[in-house]
């Protein structure tokens, strides 16, 4: 990439908070290798305009990044950033990519702390992963009963659904998305970040430890999309 003389660089990822952050990371990458002047492009994602609960069932593995990694292809743009683990593992673009170093891939729960009582929790998750790990779980938290109920969204609506909601007590998510949110949310949409926080302390947070629940193959990575 360093040997390329570029005038341009246009950066394609999605449109959700969580998105334009990851993609605001790699341009910091970028430019510690090329001085060039990006241009960042957004676009939905199958993924992201269906919010169904059987989307995957539908629309299969890649909903989230088929459609931008058909832009590359038609070159409308350079690069496109994924979250790794959302790439599926067979490629049929034509493309290639690289990852940026990892961050951490624990997943976290969060519960309300207005649920912090009860017996029994019902936890948002669209991950068959997770919805497993909740009935291990019940032998470390002091609940008679973990259930998991399907949640879709971005991860600032996520937590606003289950705050809003008499029937869910919390969420089962990757810690990366929350650390880089914390850490880079501010410089990116400052309404969105502020409505975040106050959402976000409403919590109570348990990190789980990869040696009794390994995350998903890549969690925690962001890879960069480009033709070969």
């Not at 890649?62 to 459609?67: A, E, R």
């Not at 959402?199 to 629940?213: D, G």
Request: a positive charge; hydrophobic letters at 40%.
């Amino acid at each position: 990439m360093s040997s390329y003389d570029m005038k341009k660089i246009v950066l394609l990822s999605r449109k959700s908070f969580l998105a334009k952050i990851q993609t605001h990371i790699a341009k910091i990458e970028i430019n510690k290798i090329i001085k060039n002047f990006i241009d960042i492009h957004y676009s939905s994602s199958v993924g992201d305009k269906d919010l169904s609960a059987k989307a995957w069932e539908q629309h299969g593995f890649g909903i989230f990044t088929n459609s931008l990694s058909k832009k590359l292809v038609l070159k409308e743009a350079d690069v496109v950033v994924h979250s790794y683990k959302d790439l599926p593992v067979k490629n049929l673009n034509k493309t290639s990519f690289v990852c940026l170093k990892r961050d951490d891939p624990r997943d976290i729960i969060l519960i309300k702390r207005s649920s912090l009582n009860k017996k029994k929790l019902v936890i948002g998750t669209s991950s068959p992963r997770r919805k497993y790990y909740l009935k291990k779980l019940k032998e470390f938290l002091p609940y008679q009963e973990l259930k998991s109920i399907q949640i879709r969204g971005n991860v600032p609506s996520r937590l606003e659904k289950v705050l809003n909601s008499s029937k869910e007590d919390g969420l089962f998510i990757a810690k990366a998305a929350i650390d880089r949110i914390l850490k880079y949310g501010k410089k990116i949409d400052k309404k969105e970040y502020k409505n975040f926080r106050l959402n976000f302390e409403k919590f109570e947070k348990v990190i789980l430890p990869i040696s009794e629940f390994p995350s998903a193959a890549a969690q925690g990575c962001i890879a960069l999309e480009f033709r070969n």
